[in-house]
């Protein structure tokens, strides 16, 4: 017998189904059931690694953490990377395939379907249950035609869909309702209910809320769930949270990050803003680096030398080297360890157009793009603090120079992906995920703490955040309809 499945659809995007799907995949598993999440195709550069060496969008890692299983890649089959402002590097099943504009997926939309069809068939085989995440909006008609993630696999599988409205960005009655009055008749039918989240308040007073969407709809409501601030400890997936502004404490070790036009896992900065004496900034362009930033954390992106020209266009070099003659410290992660060179060289326009463009040189070391990704989980011994780290490297180029040789900065199987400054200032590194790593965070940050080690436990507090989500899901909506809505 192969699993229950039930879809969970927004009437936009960022309206919350990742961290709801992620909250019931808590709730289903503290049920006794075995839960795995699917996400037909997502399109996003923050990704994780399989332990196989696969890719998957970072939403999918979290969901799988929630199911306490390893992340896999039939989890999210198709993933779409986005690398210019018309063309995405196009993931299948972890493995990179090709580097596509928007009539690609039309064109290829039945192989793909196929594709993730026949993934969504060995997860049901793994599972009691299945939670399916779309993406962005079904109301998006402009795309039905090569949707294969919201009611084009919903149709195709025959799968109920629950869909969620976000009442913290108002409209949420006309975005329900509209929604649905846009769908087709046969996709119509598959709507099971809806739900909302994010509420703030009295719940009472959306009860004529809840009748008005119900009376137009026919849809049942499996609940309202309230604003829930532990959900600030789970990773974010979307860029669009990076532009909510951060208070800083007076006396916080600040770390700021520019906000590159092709970011990518800037999910690496989450363990440092569940420090209490750490604040994260982003700094969106047009604004300078701020004089008082502690550090500066130049993150990853999707395409080096466009960022790097980016960089520039806002004035930010400028201020990354002022900050560092001020005494300040820099750490660049991937693409921002590559800038943080003399020079990238892409002659065979693997990063995106064949060009060459001079880097920051604060570190004595160049980059050339070369074809063929490295995509791995990675154990790395750090040398500046004597402890080993754990992270992941999802990346293009070779990095070398007298740094990488002399000063290595992390140190894995006789390679040196990554290298530090003769004064120590400044570090970078292929690995995404070296502040999840409890011990390599405590001892980055202290010297800043006057040499004091304190360590918050990261990866517990995303686990107790999931079982806080769950409870209150377990409160507020009805999971016995839930599961009685899924398919089977």
């Known amino acids: ?55 998957i969008g970072r939403a999918q890692a979290l969901q799988a953490v929630a199911c306490k299983v390893e992340p896999d890649v039939h989890m999210n089959p198709v993933l779409l990377k986005p690398q210019s402002d018309v063309g995405s590097q196009v993931v299948v099943r972890g493995k990179v395939t090709d580097t596509v504009g928007a009539e690609y997926y039309r064109s290829h939309r039945q192989a793909l379907l196929e594709t993730v069809i026949e993934s969504f068939e060995i997860l049901k085989n793994r599972a009691d249950i299945v939670l399916v995440e779309g993406a962005g909006s079904p109301a998006e008609i402009n ?17 109920p869909v629950v869909l969620i409205g976000d009442i913290d960005r108002g409209g949420v009655i006309a975005s329900l309702v509209g929604t649905g009055s846009l769908l087709a008749p046969e996709e119509q039918k598959l709507i099971c209910g809806f739900l909302i989240n994010k509420f703030r308040g009295d719940l009472s007073l959306f009860d004529e809320g809840l009748k008005a969407i119900e009376d137009r709809t026919a849809w049942p409501s499996f609940g309202v769930l309230p604003h829930v601030p532990a959900v600030r400890e789970l990773p974010a997936e979307d860029a669009v949270v990076l532009e909510q502004s951060q208070a800083t404490g007076q006396n916080d070790i600040l770390v700021a990050v520019p906000m590159l036009s092709r970011i990518a896992n800037f999910d690496d900065v989450d363990p440092l803003q569940a420090e209490p004496d750490v604040t994260v900034r982003f700094i969106p362009p047009g ?104 992270g992941y490297e999802i990346h293009v ?92």
């Open 143 to 159: 795309l039905r035609a090569g949707d294969i993630a919201n009611m084009g696999f919903a149709t195709a599988t025959n799968t």
């Open 1 to 55: 017998m192969t699993a229950r499945t039930l879809m969970f659809q927004g009437t936009g995007s960022d309206v919350g189904k990742s961290v709801i799907v992620a909250g019931l995949c808590r709730v289903f598993l503290n049920r006794s059931h075995k839960v795995l999440p699917f996400k037909p195709q997502n399109m996003s550069n923050n990704a994780a690694v399989t332990p196989d060496g696969g890719e």
């Open 397 to 488: 180029g070779l990095t070398v120079g007298p740094d990488v040789d002399q000063r290595p900065f992390l140190q894995v199987d006789g390679r040196s992906p990554g290298a530090c400054s003769a004064d120590g200032t400044v570090a970078g590194g292929y690995m995404h995920g070296l502040f999840s790593d409890d011990l390599f965070r405590a001892r980055y940050l202290a010297p800043f703490r006057g040499g004091v080690q304190h360590q918050t436990r990261y990866g517990h507090r995303v686990d107790e955040a999931l079982d806080v989500l769950a409870e209150a899901m377990e409160q507020h909506l009805d999971i016995d309809a839930l599961y009685k809505a899924m398919s089977s």
């Open 287 to 390: 604004q300078p680096l701020p004089a008082e930033a502690r550090i500066v954390m130049i993150p990853g992106t999707k395409s080096t030398t466009a960022d790097m020209g980016f960089m520039r266009e806002q004035g930010w070099d400028i201020d990354l080297l002022a900050h560092n003659r001020r005494g300040g410290h820099v750490l660049g992660i991937c693409g921002g360890y590559q800038m943080l060179g003399h020079r990238i060289d892409d002659p065979d326009g693997v990063d995106g157009a064949p060009m060459s463009i001079n880097g920051l040189g604060l570190l004595d070391v160049s980059t050339t793009m070369k074809p063929g990704k490295t995509v791995q989980q990675t154990t790395a011994h750090c040398p500046t603090f004597d402890c080993s780290a754990t």
